[in-house]
């Protein structure tokens, strides 16, 4: 059938693979690394110039059963320039934008952006290309949510089953601290298009902090632990259109390889345990599917963490189950993310900085995978009495010593913040009567976490805030040693930074799964009261928190959703060969409320006295155990007070930065 491919020129020698090479997901998990495929017998990215062979030859096929005179039309020429320049035939039955559109990892200059663009059947045709037969796509990025006049930067590039057909290209060319509107299109049938996206490049490092994003505060979302059987990711939705955030930043646990139980609350994990690349590309399309994260855009970049269990080595060619599976989870992870690759051949490095003007410095570390010592995981609890070792390490020698350097290179460069993104809770010392203590977390990397404080302090480097995940719940802290007689809890003075924990997008409390409020801020009481520096906790609420950075203050509001178990739906109707049908379509539920607002002042390393304004909705304040008076949280109240929206879909996707989990 003619209409199903398009015949385009060849170029020989190096132009022919550049479409490819522009895709940046076929460098997953690692390109250019001959002597990690000699290590694992593996390979570890696709070879673009096989690929480039591989349509050359079913092109030759196909030429000997098609006639390929409908092609030979100048209006190709009129649409696409030479841009076809790397394969004879692509796809021009349809395509289908399946996941909407995203972007992440700002530069100055230059921004990630990324869509899904499959290839689908003609009208009236059940037809689909093979293996050989790529999509092209093409991208445009505007300084205008019209997409008028000229755009800032445009180009296309290929996809195909190789990649899941996701597409993954960097914008160039882009002027500093600038919000831009793009979108992709089919090459071969332009008026085939995505939704329209939004996004924003981060101000020149050099630009003065009070002349940051044209001198407003600048707001980031943070999120982690997101879990489709749990609940909805109703969370996103709150964060994308009722605050003002710029950037959202997913600190861990992006997916889940287990399946559940979600079936109550229409929320069936699709497949098995994941363990194959299939597996991993099936949960993360079906997690994006999600009305928050389609529908409005509010979906950021994360990771997956995997276990080595009995039902993903089934499948496992090497006899190696954990490596093919974790070399599996990060192909995936980098067709599906708009984050970028650090370096193409260095032990799967997501670690990195962001420079945003003089006013921060954005430290995204990796807890989680890379090079850190052997954690305790239930079974080898041995590894418990390894936890005060000298030379343990939760995140590897090398990032480690980059962390520090990067820490006094911005102190070197006067950012004003200093900004850590980790998925680890840092500085909650746990509750020994509670057996709150994580010997998978800093607890049981204790030298590490000393050897940080004392490279903060030592240092004299200030204004440091972290920002943490992974335990489910709420908690605000000091940075202070544990035990440090020098730290003073109602005054702060002593510390030397903030933490902010922050509790998961639906995974269940540590504190006990569905717990109430009145239940949770029992143990909240005694964590604030056994932990000096921990000044507010909070089990109970599914959500997340919002910075808001400015040259002289920092603000932290932490929201709470009101249900994470049910969505809105919203009755409509359709008129079908004379017969009216009914029926209904899930929107997001973005009933919310602000359960917590901290400040921290440039140059003071604490928490602004007194801590939340002195009172919270929820949780449990060290205020609150020190005076006759207490943080007033019923479930009741919590729910009269939170705010119905019911604000048209948006199609924004702002900036996104992430982290392993």
Known sequence: MFFTLVLIFVVIGAQATQFLDRNLAYRSPFANAPHLIALTHLQLSHNTKSL?????????????TQDASPFKDEHYFTFYGGNFSNAQVVWSGGVNFTHNVASGDPFDTSVLLWTRAQAVSPTDSTALPDQSVPVCVSYKIYSNPELSGSPADSGSAFTSYDVDWTLKVEATGLEPDTKYWFQFADCTNPTSVSPIGATRTFAEPNTPADKVNGGKPMTFAVFSCSQFQAGWFNAYGVAAQNSSADVFIHLGDYIYETTGDGASIGRVALGRELATIKDYRQRLGQYRTDASLVANNGWKAGSSDSNDTEIGCSFSESGACFTDRKLAAIRAYHEWMPIRQVTADDKLRIWRNFQIGKLIDLTMLDTRNYDRDITDLGYNTVVDTLKDDEDRSIMGAEQEQWFYDTLSESKKRHAVWR?????????????????????????????????????????????????????????????????????????????????????????????????????????????????????WSEGSFRGFFTITVAPETLNATFYGMSNISAHFYRLYTKVRKGSLTCFNVANANLDHLEIANFVVKAGENKLSRPVAGGSVTAGIIKAALNSSTTASVTSTSASASASVVTSAASTTVSASVASSG
């Open 419 to 535: 900004i850590v993104g980790l998925l680890s809770t840092d500085n909650k010392s746990s509750s020994v009567s509670l057996s709150r203590e994580d010997p998978d977390a800093w607890d049981g990397y204790r030298k590490n976490r000393g050897r940080v404080f004392d490279h903060l302090s030592n240092n004299g480097i200030s204004n440091t805030i972290i920002l943490a995940g992974d335990s489910h719940d709420n908690w605000v802290s000091d940075l202070a040693r544990p035990n440090d007689t020098s730290y003073d809890e109602l005054s702060g003075n002593g510390a030397f930074g903030v933490e902010f924990g922050g509790t998961a997008v639906t995974s269940p409390s540590s504190f006990g799964a569905g717990i109430s409020p009145a239940d949770a801020d029992v143990l909240s009481r005694v964590f604030v009261a056994e932990n000096a520096e921990l000044q």
């Open 52 to 64: 480039v062979k591989r349509f050359e030859s079913a092109a030759l096929t196909r030429r000997q």
